[in-house]
């Protein structure tokens, strides 16, 4: 059997010709992108963009002004994301740091040393390692892997990993065994959310129709 650094590469260049590029992450700023990236837990794209073009016809979409909104206010406009009071509290947070911290500058907070930044994300109530890096490589272009549950998914059911392992650990195996790239972490995890959705799906998988069949 292949090293496993040749199966993910294997993996990746199948989905690549099958699926095409992607362009992840879609925002017209990395603001944006931090925004969905909070919103987008527990709840389709659909939706967030529905919450995010609230907030782009109330011209709320900078560090500055969405953080002169109240809590209840901001609930209502993100309330097409589901889970929205508990969201809008996640957001909060985020600006409250962002502000406190960086004076509301992305710019300053991204030019942290990689896992400084993450750290710093992490260390607020609400985001999670999944949303953070989701943060530092589509807004912040940090060459950061994303893991979620259609890479543990695709990965157990082609014996990469048992599926008990931990976020870190799997996300460490594609930061060992492939090439630090900003561009190829960035397409890979939107080509496995690809595949996920339209082959190897949570209660059923098309075995027949999946391009990564045999690898």
């Not at 294997?10 to 944006?32: S, V």
């Not at 925004?35 to 073009?53: C, D, F, P, Y």
């Not at 991204?110 to 943060?135: C, H």
Request: charged residues 25%; contains cysteine; negative net charge.
């Amino acid at each position: 059997m292949a090293e496993i650094g040749e199966r993910l590469m294997d993996i990746y260049e199948r989905l690549y010709r099958h699926f095409g590029p992607q362009g992840w992450w879609p925002g017209d700023t990395p603001f944006e992108v931090c925004v969905g990236a909070i919103l987008t837990q527990n709840t389709s794209w659909k939706n967030v963009e529905r919450a995010i073009e609230n907030l782009k016809i109330e011209g709320l979409l900078s560090p500055e002004q969405l953080s002169k909104v109240g809590l209840v206010e901001l609930a209502e406009l993100i309330r097409p994301a589901g889970y929205y009071n508990v969201k809008a509290k996640r957001l909060r947070n985020f600006l409250d740091a962002l502000m406190k911290d960086f004076c509301g500058s992305l710019d300053k907070l991204f030019s942290l040393e990689l896992f400084e930044a993450r750290r710093w994300l992490l260390s607020i109530s609400g985001i999670g390692p999944e949303t953070a890096d989701s943060i530092l490589l589509y807004a912040g272009n940090k060459p950061i892997f994303v893991v979620d549950a259609y890479t543990f998914r695709l990965l157990t059911r082609h014996e990469i990993i048992w599926g008990d392992e931990s976020y870190d650990e799997v996300q460490d195996l594609f930061l060992k065994k492939l090439p630090n790239d900003v561009k190829l972490f960035n397409e890979y995890h939107a080509l496995l959310v690809a595949v996920g959705k339209e082959c190897c799906k949570k209660s059923s998988y098309k075995c027949q129709d999946c391009p990564v069949q045999g690898v």
